[in-house]
């Protein structure tokens, strides 16, 4: 069983477009997180929520909108979508609140490219 | 601001000798720091952590040294496999309030 799972695994779409990322873990984890990798390869939080509360918020534009429906998923949607917004975003979970000591178990990504 | 680096983007060892990776940060606040291991299309995989309060911790084949006057750490793979061969990324962590990747080391293990 996969225990932290995103989809789509690639995401291919035009400018201005909405689109969403939807994550799921099945690991029992309290806080979810968004990461984006640029094309630089650097690793870079976005947002954390802790049992559906929004705990960490990065300086991201308003245009990407973290979901929690319940504790198990963090969806990510993206409206108006820019070129600045290729890149692969990965999702992860951990124990804990928000940047404890506790590993993060992280999704395999979605690429996303914007045409 | 690059709270945490790796200087070292790409690293290649012969299999069956050490590997070692290296580590530098810039916050003094950091006091717990992980290595992760990333394969082509996957997530990141956690490795091994250590404590601000230890200088050295070992699980099998990977140790992480930590010189925390140096502000620098280190991951050292002893024997390298050819498996091993992955993206390395270190990250730091401030409880609570902060936590930064590293750019990443890619080592290549050659058999």
């Known amino acids: 069983d996969t225990a932290v799972s995103q989809t789509p695994k690639y995401l291919v779409t035009q400018m201005g477009n909405d689109k969403s990322i939807k994550c799921e873990q099945n690991?029992?984890?309290?806080?979810m997180y968004w990461y984006k990798q640029d094309s630089k390869k650097f690793l870079k939080i976005m947002f954390s929520?802790?049992?559906?509360?929004?705990?960490i918020n990065e300086t991201v534009p308003n245009r990407f909108s973290p979901k929690s429906p319940d504790k198990a998923h963090l969806n990510l949607h993206i409206n108006s979508l820019e070129l600045g917004d290729s890149a692969v975003y990965f999702c992860?979970?951990?124990?804990?609140?928000?940047?404890?000591?506790?590993?993060?178990?992280f999704g395999d990504g979605t690429r996303l490219s914007i045409l | 601001d690059q709270q945490v680096k790796q200087n070292s983007p790409s690293l290649s060892v012969q299999e069956g000798r050490i590997s070692i990776l290296n580590c530098d940060y810039t916050?003094?606040?950091?006091?717990?720091f992980l290595w992760y291991k990333k394969y082509p299309a996957e997530g990141p995989t956690f490795l091994i952590s250590?404590?601000?309060?230890?200088d050295k911790n070992e699980d099998g084949r990977f140790t992480v040294f930590l010189n925390k006057s140096a502000k620098h750490l280190s991951l050292h793979i002893v024997p390298s496999q050819p498996g091993d061969s992955a993206v390395y990324f270190c990250?730091?962590?401030?409880?609570?309030?902060?936590?930064?990747f590293g750019p990443g080391t890619r080592l290549s293990v050659l058999p």
């Open positions: 250590i404590s601000s309060i230890k």
């Open positions: 990250a730091a962590s401030n409880y609570g309030q902060n936590f930064v």
């Open positions: 916050n003094s606040m950091f006091d717990y």
């Open positions: 992860a979970s951990s124990h804990g609140r928000g940047f404890s000591n506790q590993p993060q178990h």
């Open positions: 690991l029992g984890h309290d806080t």
């Open positions: 929520y802790n049992n559906k509360e929004l705990i």
